[in-house]
Every structure is written in C-alpha cells, then in structure tokens.
Nanobody, 119 residues
Framework: QVQLVESGGGLVQPGGSLRLSCAAS????????MGWYRQAPGKQRELVAD???????NYADSMKGRFTISRDNAKNTVYLQMNSLKPEDTAVYYC?????????????WGQGTQVTVSS
C-alpha cells in the first residue's frame, strides 16, 4: 500500500515561516513528480508548487519568491518551505505524488495538513 504522510502544519503569525514535509512509503519503484496543493474554505484546490524527478520546479504565481519546494529522492520526501506567510495562505495543504509502484503508475494524495496564518 502506498501512503503519503504530511507533517509540519500549524498556526503561525503573518510574516512567519513554516516547513511542510511529505513522505511517500510503500513498494515504490519510481517517483516522477511530487507537489503541494492547497484548498481554502469555499475555494477549489489549487497548485502551490511541484517538482519533477530531475529537479525542475513549478510555482503558482502568488507563491513565487516566498515558497520553496525541494525533494530528497533517497527518502521519497518532498518539502515546502513557506516564508512571509499571509492570512490568505490559510488552507489545508495536500501533498501529491505521481509515482510507479507495485500497483502501477498512479497519483496519490496525502491526508492534508492545516496551515493557519493569523495574529
């Protein structure tokens, strides 16, 4: 069974920082891409950033310069460093992975971690 487990969410003041982690586990043979999405109350889920196996990254415009996505291939883990957080960054953040496992190639989602930016 393939699982994505996120950690690192919480409450932070505006201007603060948080680092999210997402570890993929199971009989995984290759991870093509990993990324972070977020969903605020009453809004659609949106891409935050993603990173492919070669290291190329892609960011939503509103996150450029504030968020940094990185990946540890040896640990099947992706990170999201979030700086200069704003109240509008408040959302549930979900990890996503496009990977090949004993079940074939599929997309998987984590359970989500809450990020709340408030004074």
């Amino acid at each position: 069974q393939v699982q994505l487990v996120e950690s690192g969410g919480g409450l932070v003041q505006p201007g603060g920082s948080l680092r999210l982690s997402c570890a993929a586990s199971g009989r995984i043979f290759n991870i093509y891409a990993m990324g972070w999405y977020r969903q605020a109350p009453g809004k659609q889920r949106e891409l935050v950033a993603d990173i492919i196996s070669g290291g190329s990254t892609n960011y939503a415009d509103s996150m450029k310069g504030r968020f940094t996505i990185s990946r540890d291939n040896a640990k099947n883990t992706v990170y999201l460093q979030m700086n200069s957080l704003k109240p509008e960054d408040t959302a549930v953040y979900y990890c996503n992975a496009d990977l090949f496992s004993s079940y074939g190639r599929n997309h998987y989602w984590g359970q989500g971690t809450q990020v709340t930016v408030s004074s």
